[in-house]
């Protein structure tokens, strides 16, 4: 053993050679490495906007000639891009969390974490530019005709992005407003079917519309459900959309949340834990002495109505079942209960060249050139008479010159032999590779959802912002950009409107299930997303999305990636709580996370350790939030946070229960919340946020805070509220406010705050009682206010509410001087919807309501309700011109009609709830003296 002298020279004579020779240019090598990842960052976003430029040429090319060789080399390039994309994500989260503290040791603990983490990164960078260099040497030029772009041939690349870039600044002017699309040939089957449903037996029949995908069987159905005769022949109607594969009890419980959604009552909490005889006696229960129609879309299965026919009671009241299905046999099947078949014929040439030129040249006003006349004449015979397919088309060739050369190139890729559903997939295709690129990852997240869903726009919208799919567009919120990329999927027909507000904006939408299975395909081509949903098996391989619409038991270990991005897990039957409990480990590069329509008891404690999480929602029923983890604190990249259910059918009857009764109690929201400085939505049912005020102000990116509970349950520390309150007007970028739970203390606190809002488009405030005083006093009122809701005591209303010019929808509570309310709207320009309540105090003296020639032109719908005194109700001719909708609720001493109801010539809808028996007799069929009104109104709904 040798000497400390001894050791000393070993070292010198042999270490420290060593140490020069190797760990020094070792050490050299990656101090360069570390110095150059923030270049090689940026060039990597470079790589891979060129790689996904490629990927879509290449998959149009390999679309068109099937070549499996294009396709393979696809899928390694797109988990390429996968990798590059995680890097990329990983740098830039782990750059802003290592920014230096203050103090020196702060600074050198951050200094060495960094330069690890960014050594380790760099190692990253290096194995991806290998793997794309050994694709790039596999697949030549010479072998297919495809490369990758090096940094030489970014011109190109430039110029496919400016393209894409004009083409995203024509949506700057796309229109919010959805009109129906123009249908055609409809008409003769639309009135046969008319016939059958309200003429004949009075068995109950069933018709079934038989005819292939995008025929137009929904749309025919959709005609005859809503015409006006339909609507008075039948006291109940109901549409279910079927699909596959369909739960019986799902369909017969669907039905019922359907018939209490229509009564305006909130479904018992036992409906979801009831089993087939049960949900078959309460369903012949509700239709026990009802003429109804049911209408059954989209049905594949032949034994569906032996599963459902004791569901539906014959009660010889002439009840019709109305079934539209792509499969003869389920057609044969129905038939043979007292059944009728309707098969759905194609459209004619001559109606298959006008549907496609009405598509094809919109905005021409009629005038078709004749040299286009020939050429889309040939084009329309290649569809074969098939709606769906002239539409989506027409809309292709909207958007190209109108030039018979191009057209005719765009003829030639139609093969006019292809049997129809490839044909109709081909076009499609055409439809799906004609999309800029911006848009297409947009339109393949609709198939994240099962076949026939419908999605809210605002979910999906801010689903796609947290995905990265939506462009930053100066001048404009993401949240707009979004709206107008949705507006362009709806005009170029591949995404279908199921309902929209009342200035026409997308309030949910859905796609046609042949789009859909066109969607799965291209999962299959580009790795885009993982389905699984009922009677699917889950497969292997490298995903980014991953969606769940199955039982707990097919969610097993082996589907969790840390590759996923998006993660929706959707109407499981059974707890899915282990399995929530393994998500922060098992998917930490999250960015998309849904929990809807399920029971959740806890949210992980380890919720936080999800850094690049943007969405989370969780929809659930008995989940509060005081379970909400304090880690939640640590999602600083969140910009969604929705914990609202979408099961409450009926929030104005659910307002007035105990929340404890439905399972609901959102209070005591964590403080850590307040570190989400990028949280734009916080959306919750009657969220508590008293343990915010000393930070919420500081949450400047939030647009929507939906619905914030003000009454505080230590009523000798009011100052709690107030300084909440104030906090609240630091949000200058609110576009959306409501505050419930209001008392008449605060309101000079909520005015203040109110006014520094100016961005504010959508206001509810609703006192904690009908007595709450609720003035407000708004000397600043936000300019943009578009919706207003103010439910509580007001004896005048507020002047300053006639001043919002861009107001569409108002509800307001008012005791008295109704009148001079009315004066001061009356000529409101954009105001389309109004809500006019009294309450239940000796206040509410309104005896008469006058609606004067001129008054509310534009007015679509009126809602008049809880006026104990209102006695009489007088509309001039020449006042309520564009009015659809009036509701009368809960007036009792109003004993007949409005006085001039016969002046509204537009009225289509006409509701009477717990109305006098006085007025129900003048309506009555024998001797009632206003019996009439049923001839002049379509739909007419009395509920006493």
Avoid at 90 to 109: N, R
Avoid at 139 to 161: L, V
Wanted: hydrophobic share 40%; net charge neutral.
């Amino acid at each position: 053993m040798c000497d400390c002298k001894d050791a000393l020279a070993c070292a010198r004579d042999h270490l420290l050679p060593l140490a020069r020779d190797h760990l020094l240019p070792f050490l050299k090598e990656a101090f360069n490495m570390i110095r150059g990842v923030p270049k090689e960052i940026a060039e990597l976003k470079d790589e891979l906007e060129r790689i996904e430029v490629f990927i879509n040429d290449a998959d149009r090319r390999a679309d068109d000639v099937e070549d499996k060789k294009i396709k393979d080399m696809i899928k390694q390039l797109i988990e390429a891009s996968f990798h590059i994309e995680d890097v990329i994500d990983d740098y830039i989260f782990l750059e802003e969390q290592h920014a230096p503290d203050p103090g020196c040791a702060a600074v050198a603990t951050n200094c060495v974490k960094t330069m690890a983490f960014r050594l380790q990164i760099a190692y990253k960078i290096q194995n991806i530019k290998s793997r794309i260099s050994e694709i790039n040497d596999t697949r030549t030029e010479k072998d297919h005709g495809f490369y990758i772009q090096s940094s030489s041939d970014k011109a190109s690349t430039s110029s496919a992005t400016n393209r894409n870039a004009s083409l995203f600044q024509n949506l700057r002017d796309a229109p919010l407003y959805m009109v129906e699309a123009d249908v055609v040939g409809f008409d003769k089957p639309r009135d046969e079917l008319i016939d059958l449903l309200v003429a004949g037996r009075a068995d109950r029949t069933i018709v079934s519309i038989f005819g292939m995908g995008g025929q137009g069987k929904t749309t025919l159905a959709k005609k005859v459900f809503d015409n006006p005769k339909v609507v008075k022949y039948f006291d109940c109607r109901v549409w279910i959309t079927v699909s596959r594969p369909y739960n019986t009890e799902k369909v017969l419980r669907d039905i019922m949340l359907e018939f209490y959604k229509q009564q305006g009552e909130v479904p018992p909490e036992s409906l979801h834990q009831m089993d087939r005889k049960s949900l078959v006696d309460e369903v012949r229960n509700h239709f026990q002495g009802k003429r109804y129609v049911l209408v059954f879309d989209d049905v594949w299965e032949s034994h569906f109505w032996s599963d459902i026919e004791f569901a539906m009671i014959d009660n010889k009241n002439s009840c019709r079942i109305l079934i539209t299905t792509r499969k003869k046999d389920v057609a044969n099947a129905c038939n043979k209960s007292f059944g009728k078949v309707h098969n759905l014929e194609r459209l004619s040439e001559k109606q298959s060249l006008e549907l496609f030129l009405k598509k094809a040249l919109h905005g021409l006003d009629g005038i078709f050139p004749e040299y286009l006349i020939d050429i889309s004449s040939k084009i329309v015979e290649k569809c074969k008479g098939l709606p769906l397919a002239i539409v989506v088309i027409g809309d292709i060739l909207s958007r190209t010159d109108r030039n018979s050369i191009e057209w005719s190139k765009f003829s030639e890729n139609i093969n006019a032999e292809l049997e129809e559903y490839s044909m109709i997939r081909k076009i499609l295709g055409l439809s799906y590779h004609d999309l800029p690129c911006y848009l297409k990852s947009c339109f393949l997240y609709f198939g994240l959802y099962p076949e026939d869903y419908i999605v809210r726009s605002k979910t999906l919208t801010r689903q796609w912002i947290a995905e990265g799919f939506v462009k930053e567009d100066r001048g404009r919120t993401f949240e707009e950009v979004a709206e107008g990329y949705l507006v362009e999927l709806i005009h170029r027909s591949l995404v279908q409107v199921v309902s929209t507000s009342i200035d026409g904006r997308v309030k949910s939408c859905r796609v046609h299930d042949l789009v859909h299975e066109m969607i799965l395909d291209k999962f299959k081509d580009l790795s885009f997303c993982k389905n699984i949903f009922k009677g699917k098996n889950w497969s292997a391989g490298m995903i980014r999305r991953l969606s769940i619409a199955s039982n707990s038991d097919n969610l097993r270990e082996d589907i969790e990636s840390s590759s996923i991005r998006s993660l929706l897990i959707l109407e499981p039957q059974t707890s899915v709580e282990s399995f929530v409990s393994r998500i922060p480990r098992a998917y930490r590069r999250l960015k998309v996370l849904a929990l809807i329509h399920m029971e959740l008891l806890n949210i992980p404690n380890d919720f936080g350790s999800l850094n690049h999480l943007k969405y989370f929602a969780s929809a659930v029923i008995k989940i509060r939030s005081s379970r909400l983890p304090k880690s939640i604190g640590m999602l600083v990249n969140l910009e969604t946070l929705d914990l609202k259910s979408p099961n409450i059918q009926n929030r104005t009857v659910l307002n007035q229960m105990n929340l404890r009764d439905v399972g609901f109690e959102y209070c005591n929201m964590p403080k850590e919340i307040c570190k989400l400085k990028k949280l734009r939505h916080f959306i919750g049912y009657q969220m508590s946020l008293i343990q915010l005020k000393d930070g919420i102000g500081g949450m400047t990116s939030l647009q929507t805070l939906n619905e914030v509970y003000l009454d505080d349950d230590e009523d000798e520390d009011d100052n709690r509220v107030v300084e909440l309150i104030e906090e609240l007007g630091k949000l200058k970028q609110l576009r959306e406010l409501s505050l419930v739970g209001v008392r008449s203390k605060y309101m000079s606190a909520i005015s203040s705050s109110i006014n520094k809002m100016q961005q504010l488009e959508k206001l509810n405030i609703r006192g904690i009682r009908y007595n709450t005083f609720i003035d407000m006093d708004l000397n600043s009122p936000p300019p943009k206010l578009q919706r207003v809701k103010l439910i509580g005591y007001l004896l005048k209303l507020p002047e300053w509410i006639s001043k919002l010019q861009y107001l569409v929808k108002l509800k307001v509570t008012i005791t008295k001087e109704g009148n001079d309310a009315m004066k001061l709207l009356k000529s409101m320009p954009n105001l389309l919807s109004l809500e006019i309540s009294g309450d239940f105090s000796v206040e509410n003296t309104l005896e008469r309501l006058h609606f004067e020639d001129g008054w509310f032109m534009n007015l679509k719908n009126l809602a008049i309700f809880d006026f104990f005194k209102l006695s009489h109700i007088l509309i001039d001719e020449g006042a309520l011109g564009s009015l659809r909708k009036l509701t009368l609720k809960a007036i009792p001493e109003l004993m007949m009609l409005p006085t001039g109801i016969q002046h509204l010539h537009k009225l289509e809808v006409l509701c009477l709830h717990l109305m006098s028996y006085e007025l129900k007799q003048s309506i009555a069929p024998n001797e009632g003296k206003e019996h009439w009104i049923f001839k002049q109104v379509p739909f007419v709904e009395i509920i006493f």
